[in-house]
């Protein structure tokens, strides 16, 4: 005789660089337990393909989980966990005080956590008739841009290069606009490196600058007494 079924409550939450709303459904045991074995691996790839998987199985509308960034990733993920297991996250921070090392525990909201420095229109000038606009790195084009803890300097610029390069939506100057869609990957990395530092810097600067999830922190350490004041920034700063 077939069991019953258990039906889940669902939620709405917006993907911050589509503004559109989607429902979900909390995540149930079987992926939690996919979710475990990932960070139980220590492994970034195998750890963001169980993240995707999950958001893939818990969201009702037909969205293409790698084609959002990472910060809608983060964003969807951190509500998922909030739904799923609970609104709040009890994180242990370490005291900075003089001679002092006390470890402080602290509850944090997950439901106050948002996302900062969204940029509606994306464009970088690079001189004062020359522009660029960029499309924020989709989850899969990051994947594709991890590093090894022993990579050269020149392998770090190639990626770099190669991430920008596939970000590029279109250039633009005083009289057209380029579709990056007409141009060749290395034709894009090309007039790339054909900017000079100061140019370059300004793209760069702006990838620096990438939004994420943020929450800040408040808290006074019971054993000195020194007060502190925390930025989390990323994923990872709400689950370690």
């Known amino acids: 005789m077939a069991l019953p079924i258990v039906n889940s409550s ?33 492994d970034d790839n195998m750890i963001l393909k169980a993240v995707k998987e999950i958001l893939s199985a818990c969201i009702f509308d037909d969205i293409e989980i790698d084609a959002l960034t990472a910060f809608d990733i983060e964003l969807l993920f951190i509500k998922l966990r909030s739904k799923s297991v609970g ?38 000038m690079v001189n004062d008739e020359v ?23 020149d392998e770090q610029l190639k990626v770099m290069m190669n991430l920008m390069a596939g970000c590029i939506a279109n250039i633009f100057d005083t009289d057209n606009v380029y579709p990056s869609s007409e141009s060749t990957h290395n034709e894009l990395v090309e007039f790339l490196d054909g900017l000079n530092s100061e140019q370059f810097k300004r793209i760069a600067d702006w990838f620096g600058l990438m939004p994420t999830v943020v929450h800040n922190v408040e808290y006074k350490c019971d054993k000195c007494g020194k007060e502190h004041d925390l930025e989390l920034r990323g994923l990872q700063s709400f689950f370690t």
């Open 10 to 42: 669902r939620y709405e939450v917006t993907i911050p660089s589509m503004d559109v709303k989607v429902e979900f459904r909390p995540f149930l045991v079987k992926e939690e337990k996919i979710l475990m074995v990932a960070m139980e691996s220590k």
């Open 87 to 124: 609104e709040t996250v009890e994180l242990k921070f370490k005291c900075k005080g003089d001679d002092c090392e006390h470890e402080i525990p602290h509850i944090v909201n997950l439901e106050e956590i948002k996302i900062d420095n969204v940029d509606d229109k994306r464009i970088i």
């Open 131 to 153: 522009g660029v606009q960029f499309d924020y790195p989709s989850m899969d084009i990051i994947s594709k841009s991890t590093l090894k803890d022993d990579s050269s300097q």
